[in-house]
């Protein structure tokens, strides 16, 4: 896993990006997995380059319980037929937060991060590859599944980092 220094934050954001990663990674490494642990690291540090952070504005435990919530929603925690798998409740629950606190905070980050569902910014590792998203490339205004592309066009759009 990535060390703290391995983010970009602005030094005045870099206590309440330690705390958040602290708790999220405790949380995510007991009850989900390290993935997630990664997944919600990497939201905390772009929302600590946003300017103005939202970290700096309100209760630190709903921000920190809103990128969870976030990350479990870019991901599809709440399809029992994932591992992990955890109820989207049950995020606010152990932080003793309303759920519909911890929504409320988890949309304001979609909104400014502009998440989407399987968003390969923020997608699980090990869901990268099987995620059509990171397979799509616009090819002369056409969106293109680049895995059915010709090898040479597959290898440009390697090297200029467009896929895996």
Known sequence: MPKLDDFTVPKNMQADFAEVVRVTDDFCKTLLNEEYALVCRKIAAALGRK????????????WIAAIIHAAGTVNFLWDKSQKPYMRATEIAERFSISNGSVCQ????????????PLDPRFCLPSQLADNPLVWMIEVNGFIV?????????QQEAFRLGLIP
């Open 105 to 116: 905070k988890s949309k304001e980050i979609q909104r400014a991060l502009k998440l989407v």
């Open 51 to 62: 300017r103005p952070s939202p970290l700096a504005a309100g209760k630190l435990t709903h």
């Open 145 to 153: 599944d680049v895995r059915h592309a010709p090898k040479e066009l």
